[in-house]
């Protein structure tokens, strides 16, 4: 159910882009450990602060009074924080909220898909950087493989969802020579295959000449492709490209090469209650602590009101969705 046309579209910042969609990482705990995430195979996490069930849902529900219409649940990996079914079906039932997302590895997909899907889960992205078995574990420090390639199997079959979205990370010298093989998986199957440009993250060991860019990506799926309209007002900065004669799709999200700040309509929410206006952002604003004072939703309504104004919090339009800060993807969300 939608809120009053009075109600939405309150969340506007300085340079007038209004902000639809909210990723909220539940953990920072990950059953993987990929290169590009954690950097470094042997990294131990530490504390895992989190945001209780109850917080959560109660900044959840005043950010939909605010007009914010899709949550994607992310991490670390979401999956494995307790009760996450019970999480999606009670952010389903906002008033206002029409999609539920997650990204998960799919590690724990399987068993939990039918919970989730009953719950109200409606978008789903699962992160695959390799069809080949050696290589995932290469780059993931797990041999999932096989568990994963069946949760995304399964949720095919579910048809649930129109496309379920395969998110990969072109790194050069690592997985690049798949880029073809991931293409052809979408002449056949209803998949939305996201080529993401390796962004200069924390600990990720990004380089320049690690760097593949979306117009060599182009050239090397190898198949003739239409681009599509950007009629899906949350999509965020992915551009979907149809297959010829194909069921699936592909997409490309290209921070390095491209800039998408103008039309960034997302805000991100840390494990341990902070804000993040940007992703190469240096503002964050810190709830934690009010949301221990056991806020009216009336009252968080409007720090959040003030926070979307505050200067600085979210970067103006550039003409470079990356900058020189190198966030922490484990610590922010994927």
């Known amino acids: 159910m939608s809120l009053p046309d009075s ?35 042997d990294f131990v996490p530490g504390p ?16 939909a009074k605010l007009g914010i219409e899709k949550i994607r649940f992310t991490g ?49 992205n699962v992160s695959l950087d390799s069809l080949k078995g050696d290589r995932f574990k290469e780059i993931t420090g797990h041999d999932g493989f096989d568990r994963v390639f069946g949760g995304i199997n399964d949720a095919i079959a579910s048809g649930i969802f ?20 991931f293409a052809q998986w979408a002449i056949d199957r209803p998949v939305d295959i996201r080529f993401i440009e390796f962004m200069p ?17 182009k050239e090397r799926i190898g198949l003739p492709i239409t681009e599509l309209p950007r009629s899906d007002l949350h999509a965020g900065p992915a551009q979907s490209y149809a297959i010829d004669n194909g069921q699936g799709r592909v997409s490309f999200i290209s921070a390095v090469s491209h800039s998408f700040c103008k039309n960034c309509n997302r805000l991100r929410i840390t494990a341990d209650g902070n804000v993040v206006g940007c992703l190469f952002g240096k503002r964050q604003f810190g709830l934690k602590e ?3 004072d056991n ?7 409007e720090v959040l009101k003030e926070m979307i104004t505050s200067p600085g919090f979210r970067r103006k339009v550039s003409k470079q969705s990356i900058s020189s800060e190198q966030p922490s993807m484990r610590r922010i969300g994927g």
């Open 7 to 41: 109600g939405k579209n309150m969340l506007i910042d300085p340079s007038k882009r209004k902000i639809s969609y909210l990723r909220v990482s539940l953990t920072t705990r990950c059953n993987f450990r990929c290169l590009y995430c954690y950097g470094l195979p």
């Open 48 to 63: 895992d602060p989190k945001l209780k069930d109850e917080q959560l849902l109660l900044l959840l529900n005043a950010f």
């Open 76 to 124: 670390g990996e979401p999956l494995v924080r307790p009760g996450i079914v019970d999480l999606v079906k009670a952010a389903s039932a906002i008033e206002g909220i029409s999609r539920i997302a997650v990204t998960t590895n799919g590690l724990m997909l399987s068993p939990l898909l039918p919970g989730l899907i009953d719950a109200g889960l409606n978008g789903l």
């Open 162 to 181: 129109p496309y379920v979205k395969i998110n990969m990370v072109v790194i050069r010298g690592i997985n690049d020579k798949e880029i073809s093989n």
């Open 201 to 217: 993250t924390d600990k990720s060991g990004w380089g320049k000449d690690r760097l593949v860019p979306e117009k060599e990506i």
């Open 290 to 292: 009010i949301l221990d």
């Open 295 to 301: 806020p009216t939703e009336a009252e968080l309504v």
